[in-house]
């Protein structure tokens, strides 16, 4: 059966991706000892080549020599590591996301007024992490209506969204909060990469027989856009690369929807769509 591969308006790296990445080539072509703290953006395959390359993913600052540069990952890091780092000498390449940079300005602003913070996003996700090591306070996460539905006793709170949050979620947990709490600061710090990702995903899930998102299971931005492709059409595949493409899933497709995390490359992106095309 001839089989039509529709690409999603928007998908694949975003800006922040992609100057990381890029600057990150860039350093490696001219330095050998380049540790990085932390994944610098959740994609097995593009992180597994980086080490082959050289790259080495440490999880203490201890394990940096004094000659060594160290690399701080688009979603930023708690201000101890970076203070560490500068403390041993280190050579820093700070590569965190603008739109990161931004939320944890945004959350301190929050602390610094005395609100109580909230940030709706994944508990324990890096960048989250980042966030609440940034602020300078005590916060809470939450990732959902009923959690919001158990907060109790905050009066006045200052709210901050993971970049790659739903935004529709995030519009539903603030309307339970809104019930709650008597004064509100939201910040929608939602990126507009991962808005553009959301929106253009939706849009093409509904015109196609099946559909396929391609990106890692560790990358928050790829596993909500599953989930907003899954709700539309039933007939959703979740992919890393074309290794994990079944022909046998598109047998009864004419048409084939694909879209992409923002941590998935160009030819990742191109090879499944050359496998989806040819199966
Ligand atoms: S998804 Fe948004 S916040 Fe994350 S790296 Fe890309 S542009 Fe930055």
């Keep these: 059966m001839k089989r039509e591969v529709k690409v999603a308006k928007y998908y694949g790296y975003c800006s922040g991706v992609e100057l990381a990445v890029n600057t990150l080539n860039r350093i490696m072509e001219k330095e050998k000892e380049i540790y990085i703290y932390g994944d610098l953006i959740h994609n097995r395959i593009v992180m597994e080549e980086l080490k082959q390359r050289g790259l080495k993913v440490i999880k203490n600052i201890d394990e940096i020599p004094e000659t060594g540069t160290m690399v701080i990952r688009t979603h930023g890091v708690k201000p101890e590591v970076y203070d560490k780092a500068k403390e041993k000498g280190l050579k820093i390449v700070d590569l965190t996301c603008i739109f990161v940079k931004r939320s944890q300005n945004f959350a301190k602003k929050i602390i610094s007024e005395d609100l109580k913070l909230i ?3 994944e508990k324990n996700h890096d ?10 306070g005590e916060s809470i996460v939450i990732n959902s209506v009923e959690e919001a539905k158990s907060i109790n006793g905050v009066e006045r709170a200052g709210i901050v969204i993971q970049t790659t949050f739903e935004r529709e979620l995030a519009k539903s947990i603030i309307g339970e909060l809104f ?7 939201i910040y929608n710090t939602i990126c507009d990469a991962t808005e553009k990702r959301q929106e253009s995903c939706k849009a093409l899930a509904s015109q196609t ?9 560790n990358s928050s931005n790829t596993n909500r856009l599953y989930e907003i492709a899954k709700s ?4 959703t595949f979740m992919v890393s690369d074309k290794r994990s493409i079944n022909c046998d899933d598109f047998k009864y497709s004419k048409t084939v929807g694909v879209t992409a995390g923002a941590s998935t490359p160009d030819y990742i992106i191109n090879g499944v769509i050359e496998r989806i095309e040819n199966c």
Aim: without cysteine; aromatic residues 6%.
């Design 119 to 121: 940030i709706i996003g």
């Design 127 to 136: 960048e989250i992490l980042s966030i609440q090591g940034n602020a300078g």
């Design 179 to 185: 019930d709650k709490i008597n004064y509100m600061e």
């Design 209 to 217: 027989d099946s559909f396929v998102v391609i990106g890692d299971k």
């Design 232 to 235: 539309i059409n039933k007939h």
